[in-house]
């Protein structure tokens, strides 16, 4: 009965946590430490943080680093690293872009690692699931999600042909029942991170074969 109901959310209510547990001791921490030590801020482990994370993630970051090439034996920065730095990445995702430089597939690697940035913008509403597949169907690769998404930002690059217009974007994700908020962030995303490897000349999209 109601009053049962009652008693059992209160019992759960008295189970939670008081606050929620801050996200940097749930995070992972090797885009905080590339960024300060990019920034020159010192020791990530003697980094006054306001609630300070266990040691273990600290020293996870690091190694996801060292994996990556994006410090050295000693701790510092390579090269790699501070290119990886300056993209508004994680640290997985910007070595992804620094890797596709040499491979001469920048382009589309911009586009797949703005991607990984945002929620997939693929919308299947309950009880419309069919229609939503048949309209996102002539993107659909059946031997790769990320060619499927690679084919949906160039249609969508071609739909909107080089204009700003929010409600042409708008008309073209709901024809393909697509997200409007996620596809305009992840055009703005691949737009931002493209004007930063324009600065590095031997990361600059503009130069790579094939765009």
């Known amino acids: 009965d109601a009053a049962e109901e009652g008693a059992a959310c209160m019992r759960d209510f008295d189970r939670r946590e008081a606050q929620t547990p801050p996200e940097v001791g749930r995070a992972d921490l090797s885009e905080v430490i590339l960024r300060l030590l990019d920034l020159g801020l010192g020791n990530p ?112 690059e071609k739909a909107m042909d080089g204009e700003a217009s929010g409600n042409r974007l708008r008309k073209f994700c709901q024809k393909h029942w697509l997200s409007y908020p996620r596809m305009r962030d992840w055009r703005e995303a691949a737009k931002q991170v493209s004007r930063l490897l324009a600065e590095d000349p031997e990361l600059d999209p503009g130069r790579q074969k094939g765009s």
């Open 45 to 156: 482990e003697d980094f006054p943080f306001l609630d300070p994370p266990e040691r273990r993630q600290i020293s996870d970051g690091w190694q996801l680093l060292r994996e990556l090439g994006a410090v050295d034996d000693e701790g510092n920065l390579t090269r790699t690293g501070r290119r990886m730095a300056r993209l508004p990445l994680d640290p997985r995702s910007a070595r992804i872009l620094v890797e596709a430089a040499r491979e001469h597939c920048l382009r589309e690697a911009v586009v797949l690692a703005s991607a990984l940035s945002i929620p997939d913008p693929r919308e299947r509403p309950e009880g419309k699931e069919e229609a939503a597949k048949q309209a996102q169907r002539p993107f659909e690769d059946k031997q790769s999600d990320f060619l499927t998404l690679l084919n949906i930002h160039e249609a969508c």
